[in-house]
């Protein structure tokens, strides 16, 4: 199970943090993907990040959010956040937290995923 939680309203320039806990997850290496959806618009892959064991973890972003978003992963809780700074109203949508054993080899794909959040809306104006 994934929760999201940490969207809201803000005004264009300003940040927020999302997170994402994975309740029930026992793999030592597993793939932790932000994507979002806005409406009219096809899914889109946000950023994603790789734990592998006690090895660092390998992050992936879209181009359209390199230098303003940063995910990060606390594999002790299993829990990835989303820091998004400089947000513009083209970054509203609500934002899906997903999750699959193993690397990212594919992780702007939606139904790549095996586990997904309900969503946290996140409105820029």
């Known amino acids: 199970q994934l929760v999201e939680s940490g969207g809201d309203s803000v005004q264009a320039g300003g940040s927020l943090r999302l997170s994402c806990t994975a309740s029930?997850?026992?793999?030592?290496?597993?793939?932790m993907g932000w994507l979002r959806q806005s409406p009219g618009k096809e899914r889109e892959g946000v950023a994603a990040a790789a734990g592998f064991g006690a090895f660092g973890t390998t992050t992936y972003y879209a181009d359209s959010v390199k230098g303003r978003f940063t995910i990060s992963l606390n594999k002790v809780n299993n829990t990835v956040y989303l820091q998004m700074d400089n947000l513009s109203p083209e970054d509203t949508a609500m934002y899906y937290c997903?999750?699959?054993?193993?690397?990212?080899?594919?992780?702007?794909?939606?139904?790549?995923?095996?586990?997904w959040g309900r969503g946290t809306q996140v409105t820029v104006s």
């Open positions: 997903a999750a699959r054993p193993g690397g990212c080899a594919s992780w702007p794909d939606w139904s790549w995923y095996t586990s």
């Open positions: 029930g997850y026992t793999s030592s290496s597993f793939c």
